[in-house]
């Protein structure tokens, strides 16, 4: 069961790839990554359904039911925030995203790459489940800051097109709303942790 949450945790890195190509890319190439990003994320639906189905059917779990069940939703939540910041690009048409946009996206990026390391070495709790958590707290760290100062920057623009903000600020909330997911996550595996201790 746990080779599934890595392999759940690859869905990630692979949404997070596509994402960072989406906001470097021009409105009509966005279109066609974001197929991609709904494949990613309809094939990441479909590996939480099999670990659930596998946690239902199991008497025997690696941990407690409550947190695989944590895990798993918790993943497919990331991989669903990550295809909604895709999917808000396209359909509220953004042109260029500001550059503390692209900023919260590779910070995803990193957090994917982090957290798919971590994954793989779910089964063996310690020492590196720390410096995971570690890591995730200050990349989400980094990310609120971004976020807030590019708030105030789209805000701040008296000549700004209202409807330009809206856009933005709907893709920028699914950004950041995936960050904080992350640290949902790694605060759950760190949990699992300390019990399993």
């Known amino acids: 069961m746990l080779e599934m949450f890595a392999k759940q945790a690859n869905h990630i890195v692979s949404a997070a790839q596509i994402l960072e190509q989406m906001g470097n890319a021009d409105r009509e190439a966005r279109k066609e990554l974001n ?3 709904h494949e990613v994320e309809n094939l990441a639906d479909d590996g939480t359904h099999d670990v659930l189905q596998k946690v239902a059917h ?3 779990l690696p941990y407690d039911r409550e947190d695989v069940y944590g895990l798993v939703s918790t993943v497919d939540d990331i991989v669903d925030l990550i295809d909604e910041a895709g999917d808000n690009m396209v359909l509220y048409r953004v042109d260029e995203l500001p550059e503390k946009a692209l900023e919260l996206i590779r910070i995803i990026t990193k957090c994917a790459t982090v ?3 971590a994954m793989k070495l779910i089964a063996s709790m310690g020492e590196h489940t720390k410096q995971f958590w570690l890591e995730i707290n200050q990349l989400e760290n980094q990310g609120d800051i971004i976020y807030r100062k590019l708030m105030r920057e789209i805000f701040a623009d ?8 809206l856009k933005i600020k709907f893709v920028v909330d699914a950004l950041e709303a995936a960050i904080d ?8 595996i760190e949990g699992i942790a300390i019990k399993e201790s």
Do not use: C
């Open 35 to 37: 197929k991609k990003l």
């Open 58 to 60: 199991s008497f025997v």
């Open 115 to 117: 957290t798919n390391e």
């Open 158 to 165: 008296d000549d700004a097109n209202a409807m330009e903000v």
């Open 181 to 188: 997911s992350f640290e949902t996550l790694a605060v759950s």
